[in-house]
């Protein structure tokens, strides 16, 4: 039950239809994919993230995925990418970035990359090196930029950061870089926006119910769902949030009577990985 619902959540299927996505198909994928989840959406959330996914399609230079109707028979060992995950735009609130280091803060953000595997013939992409499913060659490793965009503004002090998708970006790495530069995020203001896991430190098992219900009761979310990651002792919440994202802050206040802190935020694939 757990294992299917996050398939359903964070599922990317290899790109086996080549046919260009239709709009109609899309709906129809979509509506395929909500339903399975425990919070039944809304049309209009399905609408909402239309708007998102055709803006992140039309950016792409790679082949468009298209979600197909049924599940791949064989799906590869591992984890493989979309292209149909929206572009998740980060404003990070800062402490620290003047006009002196803007240029290092920039460069040093810009300078993060990740490796993908893709297959020269069919442009497949993996996030592990292997062979590719499609054709059997071997996959590339090439280094890509963690962020699409890094737009530093002293003057208000943001980062604004689009992050690059269908890989994983942690809230931690982001702090790494920019302790370099003696530039800090603003904890308590920070957008937990588009599809993010939450870990959190200090909780059990057994409080996995009780983390839900108090993140559903404040409405922060419009699809969320917690695990117990056995390997690290940790309570992980996958969650999606609307158009507008609730901060770092309003959702560890919602959790503040569990006892729980979060202790990183991870953007992307991440619940594939464990
Ligand atoms: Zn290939």
Redesign the pocket.
Known sequence: MERAYLRSTVRVEPLRDRSPPTHSRKVAALKTKTMKKRTLPTVPLVLLLLGPLAAAQGTKKTEPASAPAKPAATAPAKPVTSTAEPKTRLELHVKGLTSENLDKVRGGLSALTYSAYT??????QASEPGK??????E?KPEKRPMFSSVMPTPGDSTITLVLAPNHVTRLSEIERALRVDSVSVDEAALPIAGQAELVLRGGKAESLSAVEKALQDAKLFDELHARWDPGHDEIRVTARAGATPPTRGRVESAIGALKLEIKDVVWGNASMKS
């Open positions: 297959c020269d013939h069919c442009q497949f590719c499913p499609k054709c059997s060659a996959l």
